[in-house]
Each structure stands twice: as C-alpha cells, then as structure tokens.
C-alpha cells in the first residue's frame, strides 16, 4: 500500500515540472510501476498463502488488487490534469 502511494506520490511531484522527464514518468514510469507492484503482490501472495494456508485470499485481495488499482486511477487523473508539453 505505502509503494502504492510512493508511486503516486512520484507522478504527483512530476507534475511541477513541465519536461520530457515529467511526460515519461506520466506515460511510462508510473504504469509501469504498478504493473511492478501487482506482479510482486501476487507473488507475495502466493507465497504467504503457500506457507499459510489457513489465510483466506479474500484478505489478500486489497494489497494485491486495490492499493495500485487506486495508484493507478490516482496517475490517470493527474496526468489527464498535468499541463505537458514537451519542452
């Protein structure tokens, strides 16, 4: 959840600047990141569910799936809103 908001937290503080840096970090490094942190939640899941079996998945589901689905949706509306230009 914490790299989740680290994550979107990076593509906010982009925001100020207007750079090729700030368009790549918007297009390409902040998706990117939460493609990261799903793979590594469902490996962590499985592992923890692999050593504990008694956990049901249902309380995995908010690390896997909603902290970077939220990251996500959090880098869709500030890049929608970020004044890019390239320059």
Known sequence: MAAALLCAGT???????????ALFMALVGAPLANLILIILGVIGAVILRWKHPSIPAVDLFPTIIVAPL????????????MPLHGC
Do not use: C, Q, R
């Open 70 to 81: 939220l990251s996500a949706i959090i880098n869709l509306v500030a890049t929608f809103l």
């Open 11 to 21: 593509l906010l503080y982009a925001w100020k600047d207007h750079s090729w840096g």
